[in-house]
């Protein structure tokens, strides 16, 4: 088990909106105006990938609006009952990689930790929406085992928060998860994948900053916004504090269909991204999980978008169009 270190306190703001999520659809569409407006939802694919959506992000969206793209992210439409041969419940390969309780290795030089199962919102094309979390928690009695794969293997010199979302855990877990890894002399770069500072900016607080100032490890942090409209000034603020304390902020995004699959969109994320300090870093085609092919945008497509993107924005702001595929040493660049 992970030790206990009293130095750094939870915020209990952010973990009751946390908690108070909301998890039922109609609740979500009675509070946008959208009650009998969206198609009948399949309650077996609810009850295998329930709604969840926190209500700051909710606040971002546009009252009246089916088609809104942050609601359209999270709704559960009756689509996802579709049936498609080519998306599979485990589209990455994420099983076989599974080198020691919660750990996945895939690429070479880096680790990748499931820290958690837990997320802020449900995010309906999730390519880990099938992921058996419960059966590969490193956080559990196996952590141990999990610190000393890390430590026997030199290779590795950068390892990833991933899950779920870590940044769901509490700040007290995080630093002495951390704190654990410091002691591995070989890592030198902790890379934290998060949703919360686009769907609940208040995680960004004083005792996430505090323990992130000091470790000493290099911080990298991914986060993942889909569309501009994610980016309020809640965000900004959150995101201008991380680069206060020297975090590394990039942002990946997913091509999805009626959300940012089109060059207006993807020119106003890259911009507003760019506006608050974030560099954009990769656009990934949808990765061909169960219950999600109705957010599918073609290869052809992708490249076309790249394409118009280069011709309006500086290079810097045009994110590489990536897949990833099964078995391959890294992500395949697309264009």
């Not at 076309?304 to 391959?328: D, F, H, M, N, T």
Request: with cysteine; charged share 20%.
């Amino acid at each position: 088990m992970i030790p206990q270190t009293p130095t750094v306190l939870p915020s209990k703001r952010w973990q009751a909106q946390l908690a108070n999520a909301i998890k039922d659809p109609e609740e979500l569409l009675a509070q946008l105006g959208l009650t009998d407006r969206l198609t009948a939802i399949d309650q077996s694919v609810l009850k295998q990938f329930p709604l969840r959506v926190t209500q700051s992000y909710i606040d971002k969206m546009r009252h009246g609006d089916p088609l809104d793209p942050l609601l359209r992210q999270v709704f559960p439409l009756i689509d996802e009952g579709i049936v498609h041969q080519d998306f599979v419940s485990d589209p990455v390969g994420d099983h076989l990689a599974v080198s020691s309780p919660g750990l996945l290795q895939k690429y070479h030089g880096r680790a990748l930790l499931l820290t958690t199962g837990a997320c802020a919102i449900h995010c309906r094309y999730c390519f880990r929406r099938h992921f058996p979390y419960n059966d590969s928690n490193p956080l559990a009695s196996q952590w141990q085992q999990t610190l000393d794969a890390l430590a026997q293997d030199t290779t590795v010199n950068e390892v990833i928060l991933s899950g779920g979302d870590p940044l769901a855990l509490s700040d007290q877990k995080l630093a002495s998860m951390v704190s654990d890894l410091e002691a591995i002399p070989h890592l030198k770069r902790l890379r934290i994948h998060t949703r919360l500072p686009i769907v609940l900016a208040d995680r960004i607080d004083s005792q996430l900053l505090s323990w992130l100032a000091q470790t000493r490890f290099q911080v990298i942090m991914v986060i993942h916004a889909n569309h501009a409209n994610e980016l309020d000034s809640g965000v900004e603020i959150a995101i201008k504090s991380l680069a206060a304390q020297r975090v590394q902020v990039l942002n990946q995004s997913v091509l999805l269909q009626g959300i940012n699959d089109t060059v207006d969109d993807l020119t106003q994320l890259s911009e507003r991204l760019i506006e608050i300090g974030v560099l954009p870093y990769y656009l990934h085609l949808l990765d061909p999980v169960a219950g999600a092919s109705h957010f599918d945008v073609s290869e052809d497509i992708g490249r076309v978008l790249i394409q118009q993107l280069r011709a309006k924005l500086s290079g810097y702001l045009v994110p590489r169009l990536v897949r990833e595929q099964q078995g391959k040493s890294s992500k395949t660049v697309i264009c």
